[in-house]
């Protein structure tokens, strides 16, 4: 499975920002697409996940009532809508797939990873 993930940018404290990203390959085998983020020298944070039916969504709690995560069916396309944007939401975003069973939050137990999309929010 190969990802593509764009969207990043710039934004004021307050603003909004989609991301998105789009699997190719065998996505037949993917159980679940996820978001996480990493600032420079710290451990990649889990931000959100979807089920691959699209029927069951999971969130960090720093973005929950903020994020929303969801996929187009159509497309098979991942997005990661954020709005209420704050200066600590700044990271590298990077998009993946789980192809096998256990929890969404761990980013060891995911398979294919994009290649990352910075968001800088200014205060």
């Known amino acids: 499975v190969q990802l593509q993930a764009c969207g990043g940018g710039m934004v004021q404290a307050g603003g909004s920002l989609r991301l998105s990203c789009s699997p190719s390959?065998?996505?037949?085998?993917?159980?679940?697409m996820g978001w996480f983020r990493q600032l420079s020298g710290k451990e990649r944070e889990f931000v959100a996940a979807?089920?691959?039916?699209?029927?069951?969504?999971y969130y960090g709690d720093s973005v929950k009532g903020r994020f929303t995560v969801s996929r187009d069916n159509a497309g098979n396309t991942l997005y990661l809508q954020m709005n209420s944007l704050k200066p600590e939401d700044t990271a590298v975003y990077y998009c993946?797939?789980?192809?096998?069973?256990?929890?969404?939050?761990?980013?060891?137990?995911?398979?294919?990873w994009g290649q990352g999309t910075q968001v800088t929010v200014s205060s």
């Open positions: 979807i089920s691959w039916s699209g029927g069951t969504t």
């Open positions: 993946a797939v789980k192809v096998y069973g256990g929890t969404v939050y761990y980013p060891s137990l995911y398979s294919y």
């Open positions: 390959g065998r996505t037949f085998s993917i159980s679940h």
